[in-house]
């Protein structure tokens, strides 16, 4: 297309002046249209505007009638326009009347036009409006034309998304749907309420100016940028090395198979000829490609749009010299983080007052980033599809760490609803805050041992938030997962130091590193199994590289110095793998004398039983730990056959199912007999049912998450624990059915005015 006008290049031109014109938005809208139809020669051109009522209304026109401005509106599944922005690509058609689609509006005069071409106007990839040019005579436009309609719509994505257009849409309909509410659900990560506004983890480059000043410079600043991004990606395959998001080598090579091309190439040099600055390109054209690759079904295609993201954002960096700064610096206050994925070290990098959530695209609740988000006690959810390209920097958004839910710029009565919820919450914590001094004794006086699970340094200071009596279970594979590298003896041992230091009198029982399974150490080189749960994992790993477990013993045994050092080891599965573990554990107490280095006080060494062989070979076992530590998470996924990271099959038994409890129940009874000490360290502990099963079957001693300790400290000062008991093994004994047992828990907590 050559219009009277001179091509796409001085239509963008006079679009930029009449941007910066001093105008009211719809007389700026209604001289676009007037531009745009005479430079494309077209007797119509047209603005729909979708609208949060999922309507698209037409907002300006040149060339139907004008009273039909913000009258007309058409549904998502109607019309062309509908199927325009329902498929966000460009249609184009001679004979508009034929298309099945076409529906007439008598009040637009619209009749008379037989050719019709309309493009979606993209944001993010999705459609927020819709451009069309119509002309009398059936013609057929050519690509130059569809491109350079596209190249228009961008500027007036921008419009749009800046909000000018909010005022001008018909009273009643909830404006732009760029702007509307909307409610997510996502899984549940981290629990807590959280209201705030969006930040960006990875903020996007600001494009400041769409329109080129000289063409053939943008033609070169792209191929320059093209050819600069190219070889740092060289540079970054062939060191091996990590980039910011710690992209493993596939991902590299996925970005120099993009970054090589042609296709896409192409694509990037057409919208520069039309008259884009080359950043504007980048834009225009990924645009185009979410628009295509959101619509696709295929895990496969739609991970491969990650990709280009990626991509486009590093040429979009390259291009306008930014360097790839995170939103940790100069966060505002309530921010509420909002990322595709996030590596568990970078979450630290935020100042943690400042931070009322975490949104993630991708990583779910056993994610690494998930931990530290529970460890620092951050509302957080996962999975939530799509995020990223829903919000805007500062939105106003919700978060519900309990239900999994998100909403975006909520309704003021939404905001109230949630407010009063956080509020009520608050309360409820203050409660369990004033029994932090209290002991956590039985009505009949009976002493219960609550500790904490933690896993990184920032847990620590909970010890002392909660009252809990010591450390239950310290995961040391978290220390070694936010570390950007295998951490050394010596490392380990001042880890291990100042977290036994932080405790002071209390307690830690270390576990030894759990890895393998979902437990992936980035800098190991990561082994493809079947079954992860399965395999290579936790002691068998230490067993078969001794020099990880030596090493960890040796650490734990220095850093202990005078103090009493708790050791357990995870996922044993027979006696003898306790004893080889033991040995190795003996031979470097041994050597520490032999060296006359300080040793701890005493050494105590445990096991956890998770695996349900040990259920069968507890009268050996008994005898030779110092104590035993029920994981109940991974003990259930063994019993039941499920698996715990699998939403499908993970809650289709209950923990109370009488089979689970009374193989808990022996445990208790022996060690008990045998005078042997017994926890219990899976999320089970802190949870007031189950706790109650618990205790009712003989345990004594419990370790939870943080957020626990209330609740379960306020039930065991309530509760008759001997009255309990009683009441556990008679409905055990009467053989009492699965689904029941739960419901009896809770009759027996209504009876003893308990609510939880
Ligand atoms: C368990 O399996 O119950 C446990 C406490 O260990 P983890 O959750 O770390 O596997
Ligand atoms: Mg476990």
Request: proline share 5%; charged share 25%; aromatic share 4%.
């Amino acid at each position: 297309m050559r219009g009277a006008l001179g091509g796409p290049r001085v239509l963008l031109r006079r679009l930029r002046e009449v941007m910066s014109e001093p105008a009211s938005a719809q007389e700026r809208l209604d001289r676009i249209v007037v531009l745009i139809a005479s430079n494309m020669v077209a007797e119509v051109c047209s603005v729909y505007v979708a609208r949060a009522d999922n309507t698209l209304e037409l907002y300006a026109t040149e060339g139907l009638n004008r009273e039909a401005v913000h009258l007309t509106t058409m549904r998502m599944d109607e019309g062309l326009v509908g199927l325009i922005a329902r498929e966000a690509q460009p249609l184009s058609l001679s004979d508009a009347h034929q298309h099945p689609s076409f529906s007439y509006r008598p009040e637009t005069g619209e009749e008379i036009y037989n050719s019709f071409l309309g493009v979606p106007i993209l944001r993010g990839g999705n459609a927020i409006g819709v451009l069309v040019v119509q002309n009398r005579a059936a013609r057929v436009y050519t690509e130059e034309e569809v491109e350079a309609l596209q190249t228009t719509a961008m500027v007036l994505a921008e419009m749009v998304a800046g909000g000018e257009l909010e005022a001008l849409a018909r009273p009643g309909s909830g404006g732009t749907v760029i702007r509307r509410p909307l409610q997510l659900k996502a899984e549940p990560i981290s629990d807590g309420i959280g209201l705030g506004h969006v930040v960006l983890h990875e903020p996007r480059v600001e494009i400041k100016n769409l329109v080129a000043d000289d063409p053939e410079l943008e033609s070169r600043r792209l191929q320059e940028a093209l050819e600069q991004l190219r070889a740092s990606i060289d540079d970054l395959v062939d060191s091996g090395g990590l980039s910011h998001a710690g992209e493993h080598r596939d991902v590299l090579e996925t970005f120099r198979m993009f970054a090589n091309d042609r296709g896409w190439i192409r694509r990037l040099q057409e919208a520069v000829n039309t008259g884009l600055t080359a950043e504007a390109a980048v834009e225009r054209v990924q645009s185009d490609v979410r628009a295509r690759l959101l619509r696709q079904t295929d895990p496969y295609l739609r991970e491969r749009l990650h990709d280009l993201d990626d991509l486009a954002n590093r040429l979009l960096h390259q291009l306008t010299g930014t360097a790839f700064t995170l939103a940790a610096e100069n966060l505002p206050e309530n921010a509420i983080l909002v990322a595709r994925a996030m590596g568990p070290a970078a979450l630290l990098e935020y100042q943690r007052l400042r931070l009322r959530g975490l949104i993630l695209e991708e990583g779910g609740s056993t994610s690494h980033v998930a931990i530290v988000a529970r460890a620092l006690g951050i509302p957080a959810v996962g999975k939530a599809e799509g995020i990223v390209g829903l919000v805007e920097p500062g939105d106003a958004i919700i978060i519900d760490g309990h239900a999994g839910e998100v909403q975006i710029r909520p309704q003021p009565d939404v905001q109230t609803a949630y407010a009063e919820r956080a509020r009520l919450r608050a309360r409820r914590q203050e409660q369990y805050r004033a029994l932090r001094d209290k002991p956590p004794v039985t009505k009949d006086g009976v002493a219960i041992d609550l500790q904490l699970n933690a896993g990184l340094l920032v847990d620590l200071p909970n010890l002392d938030e909660t009252g809990a009596a010591g450390v239950g279970l310290f995961r040391t594979e978290i220390l070694f997962m936010v570390a950007p590298s295998l951490p050394r003896a010596q490392q380990q041992e001042a880890l291990y130091r100042t977290i036994i230091d932080i405790a002071g009198r209390k307690p830690v029982t270390f576990r030894t590193l759990d890895i393998g399974g979902d437990k992936v150490l980035p800098y190991l080189k990561k082994i493809e199994e079947e079954n992860p749960a399965l395999g290579w994992r936790a002691v068998r790993v230490g067993l078969d590289r001794p020099a990880l477990l030596r090493t960890q013993f040796r650490a734990l045994l220095n850093a202990a110095r005078e103090r009493e050092l708790r050791i357990m080891l995870p996922m044993v599965a027979t006696v003898e793998e306790f004893e080889a573990a033991r040995a190795m554990l003996l031979r470097e107490r041994e050597r520490q004398k032999r060296l006359s280095q300080a040793g701890p006080k005493q050494v105590h060494l445990g096991v956890m039983l998770e695996v349900p062989s040990l259920l069968f070979d507890l009268e050996r076992i008994i005898d030779r730990v110092d104590f035993i530590s029920i994981g109940t998470n991974d003990l259930m996924q063994f019993m039941f056959a499920v698996d715990r990271d699998n939403a499908l099959v993970s809650t289709r038994f209950d923990p109370l199912h009488p089979a689970f409890l009374r193989a808990l129940g022996r445990v208790a009874a022996l060690a008990n007999e045998r005078g042997k000490r017994v926890s219990i360290c899976g999320e089970m502990a802190g949870k007031p049912l189950e706790a109650m099963a618990l205790l009712g079957l003989g345990f004594r001693s419990f370790s939870m998450s943080p957020s626990g300790i209330g609740p379960i400290k306020a039930l065991v000062r309530a509760i008759d624990v001997t009255a309990l008991q009683e009441f556990v093994a008679t409905r055990l004994a009467e053989g009492v059915e699965a689904p029941r047992m739960r419901a009896d828990l809770a009759d027996f907590a209504g009876a003893a005015e308990l609510s939880f």
